[in-house]
């Protein structure tokens, strides 16, 4: 296995290209490692420069004093042997290549590209990349990426054969509050493959989920053995790209990947317990259900809503994906029909009929959780309806209504509510170790779609719609049954 | 047809259960009706009480004086045979029977609901319910609906046959900033059926596009006979809950209704020109686009992208539905040349390989608008970049960077850039009368989702992903083939 600790944790880089204009590649990339919080020596290279955003700049790699774990380069591809010949007098063994240009671009950029990674094996140099937007390790605040994103920290670390599709998913994780351990854009894989990450974040302590975007793999055989051995370890995620004949050729124009056959693809994944994404959203939505929730012991889901259209849509969902909603036990039956008007629905989905008491809430997804009759429970509508009965207080208010409490207060009562409505949630996925997926009712864009409870293996995520939610239950059983198949 | 003009443009209304208990349906509606701006009479009935909320409440219905256009009522199922007598005395028309325990509670309720349709179609008065959420038309401000949302004006009418779901998709519309005309949650379905609806907002001069959320119809003759005539004159798109076994039983203890094999619906839907959406969300980006963007006249799509990764997502999607990518024509080809870098994608996808240049952007679109190789167009990563831009600008002076203009002043002109780029594709979309589908880079909580320009028939929307885009553009060519088909 390659060791991967100097190129995501750094002691200290140089940076070949790093410029103040702001346009360029070496700046993005040059601002945003010391704007991240990077906290080792950085370490400017430029001929023409004597320093760069007030850092002193060498003009070789040479003249640096001291080890350098890791070179980034931005300069023309023209220029990377004799950086690389540089690299080897100074024992570097680590670069990322940012360049473009080798073989994305033709007959000639393929010839350039395999001089580079010739002399890179020759002198124990592991490149990333070229044409890559970098890695990202949010541990030690390393951001040598080409976009000014900034995730949280987490578990989930990605691998893009697609710099934006990776950036995007990084965007979307900041955006959404879900924490990342590392990424890294592969680029062209002239040395260091997505094996070879796949194989060091399989060992990685501080990453619980693996997400892969792939294009085409170089060596699919070497490919799925990895990916087997990480699959037994911790989950792996993956999107396909380039499945149809039109997105095989987009692919080959964009990283030179052959895209091959997707159904050999699916079917090697299924043996190898990859879990299969078909979109980027996707991905990055179940790597923040595995992260976060335990793992389903089987197909039988509890459903509880606030309203009835909710549940059919869940209930369809479910049974589309091959989940069953077991009929309630007459045990819980009649101890729901002691809490809940004669209407009731009196199965599974249990319509809870509109009802706003909060207790009668959490007594019915308790019971539910409880209950050996489900391995599963997705609770719909009470999440978020705290809020409904805000706005319907402060209209109240607004109309002269002869309420006993200012809006703030009640504010944050409904507040404390919720917040100890999904504290419960989570103390119950620890205590019957089965997964719990809230669906909210309204889910504005000041809400935080995770839970986070203090010492707490487990969170609580709050979707948006039942179908992501089914969706990663679903994956979440079939990774299941993957981990007791093997 | 069922004229529901003084349904839904009511010059008064009476409100029967009317009450200042915040817990209460009865108000929940009233402060909701009052709070959404209607501007008719609105008269509370109430034995019990002298004023509700500052206005005078009457007693009974007949104690009103002047004519009533709509009664809503949301006290218990005993009293609803006496408040339809009074109707009749009173010659209403319209009900909005919110209550709940009818034909979803078991035996005894179909026996009263029969009682209310029986006495209600005798005396010529049409009920919503019973069992609804109740109505909204943003035209005339009249939100007689259980929750407070507030979605805008726009040409959306919504039909639903759960209220929930109904009122998520008002509360996604409001926060998406999608406009909505009106809503009705159509509940049991006593009287007023879901294509009585249907067949009023096909003529509505104010609906431009019909939603519907089904859960099974009576009479499945009619209602595809009503759906292909309101087809042929604006888009219609559906959901049908209750596709399989489990989600079908679900939808007999919810409203009652018989789901029906779903193969028959969908094949009866592909005749009657109905679009079928796969669940509530994709539901409203569908109304969202049809009620935005031309439709494309046939399937032949052209790419344009930031970055390579995006570009094969969305030339997998395409194709997954049946959807094409022809190659670029040689002179677009050559134009094109002359402004990427040597090593650009040369095909479709056209990959801009990161070129931060505006003029570029605003080029290649252009161009590929103007082909007639091209029938829609979809460009990726380009709206939001302004933002990503800015990011590196601000890092760049937090380091000190001698960079000419304050970060105010950039900002404003990259946001004066990206609404540009917006507005020349509502031109292009005006000018050449096809779709163009913008795919965000970065797309925060603050941005507008949908781009709005005076005077124009278009708007613009910004996708968050290639596949939500591409949906909504694989819809509008399948009802661009219908049209053209009948």
């Known amino acids: 296995m390659m060791d991967l600790d100097r190129l995501f944790y750094p002691r200290n880089i140089a940076f070949v290209g790093a410029s103040e204009n702001i346009l360029k590649w070496g700046s993005y990339l040059f601002t945003n490692i010391i704007d991240g919080g990077y906290s080792g020596n950085l370490y400017p290279v430029s001929k023409s420069r004597e320093t760069i955003y007030g850092r002193r700049a060498y003009p070789t790699l040479g003249e640096i004093e001291g080890e350098i774990d890791l070179v980034i380069v931005t300069t023309p591809a023209s220029t990377v042997m004799d950086i690389l010949a540089q690299c080897s007098s100074k024992g570097v063994r680590n670069m990322i290549l940012i360049t473009s240009g080798f073989s994305e671009t033709g007959a000639e950029g393929v010839e350039l590209e395999k001089r580079v990674s010739g002399f890179a094996r020759e002198n124990g140099i592991r490149i990333v990349g070229p044409n890559t937007m970098g890695i990202v390790n949010t541990q030690n605040s390393l951001f040598a990426n080409g ?41 062209n894989e002239c040395v260091l493959k997505c094996e070879d990450y796949l194989e060091y974040f399989a060992e990685d302590e501080d990453t619980s989920v693996i997400v892969m975007y792939i294009e085409g793999v170089d060596d699919g055989r070497r490919f799925f053995e990895v990916a087997k051995k990480a699959a037994k370890k911790k989950p792996v995620i993956a999107l396909k790209a380039g499945r149809t004949g039109t997105g095989g050729r987009a692919a080959a124009s964009h990283t030179g990947a052959l895209a091959g056959s997707y159904r050999i693809f699916e079917a090697a994944a299924r043996q190898s317990g990859i879990i299969v994404a078909g979109s980027p959203m996707e991905l990055l939505a179940l790597a923040s259900a595995f992260d976060s929730l335990p793992l389903p012991g089987g197909n039988r889901v509890g459903v509880v809503t606030l309203g009835g259209g909710w549940g059919v849509v869940t209930a369809d969902e479910c049974e589309e994906r091959g989940l069953t909603l077991p ?5 819980i039956r009649d101890h729901l029909d002691s809490m809940l008007p004669a209407f009731w629905s009196r199965g599974n989905p249990v319509d809870l009929v509109g009802q706003p008491d909060v207790n009668v809430f959490r007594e019915s997804i308790e019971i539910m959780m409880s209950s050996d009759a489900y391995d599963a429970i997705v609770f719909l509508g009470i999440v978020g309806s705290m809020k409904f009965i805000m706005r319907v207080y402060e209209a109240a208010r607004r109309l002269g209504g002869n309420l006993d409490a200012d ?9 404390e509510v919720q917040n100890q409505i999904l504290d419960r949630t989570i103390e119950l996925m620890e205590k019957y170790d089965k997964p719990v997926y809230p669906v909210a009712l309204i889910l504005t864009d000041e ?3 995770i839970h986070r409870k203090e010492d707490s293996r487990y969170s609580a995520i ?19 049954r993957f981990l007791s198949s093997v």
């Open 447 to 449: 809400d935080d779609i």
């Open 462 to 480: 709050i979707y948006k719609s039942p179908e992501e939610a089914v969706l990663c239950l679903e994956k979440q059983y079939q990774y299941s």
């Open 147 to 187: 976009t000014h994103v900034r995730p949280g920290r987490g578990g989930i670390s990605i691998i893009a054969q697609s710099g934006n599709v990776g950036n995007q998913m990084m965007e979307w994780a900041e955006q959404e509050n879900i924490g990342l351990s590392k990424f890294v854009g592969s680029g």
């Open 407 to 415: 809006v703030k207060s009640v504010k944050k009562r409904l507040d």
């Open 327 to 331: 009929e309630l036990p007459e045990k």
